[in-house]
């Protein structure tokens, strides 16, 4: 697997000061992340995770847990980089 470091984060997003404010607090969130097999749904503070074939299957199981733990949503692209943010606390 390619290593590459991750971008640095520009601090003006709004996803990734919220990303920063949850990872302080402890709050729980999940995150569809790219994987080497397809994509991942992991949950914040654990290291093991679903993995999908498509981003699509991740965000559709991401989104139903998050709605039923009342948590954050966070969906990475292909970079790294958080794209988009839904929250259903």
Not at 3 to 24: G, S
Not at 34 to 59: M, N, R, Y
Request: net charge positive; proline share 4%.
């Amino acid at each position: 697997m390619n290593k590459r470091p991750l971008p640095r984060r520009n601090l003006n997003n709004p996803a990734i000061r919220e990303y920063d404010r949850a990872v302080r607090r402890g709050q729980e969130s999940y995150h569809v992340v790219p994987h080497e097999h397809g994509w991942t749904v992991k949950k914040l503070g654990t290291s093991k995770g679903h993995t999908f074939d498509t981003q699509c299957q991740a965000i559709s199981i991401a989104r139903d847990r998050a709605n039923r733990d009342r948590t954050e949503l966070f969906i990475h692209g292909r970079d790294g980089r958080i794209r988009e943010r839904n929250s259903f606390a």
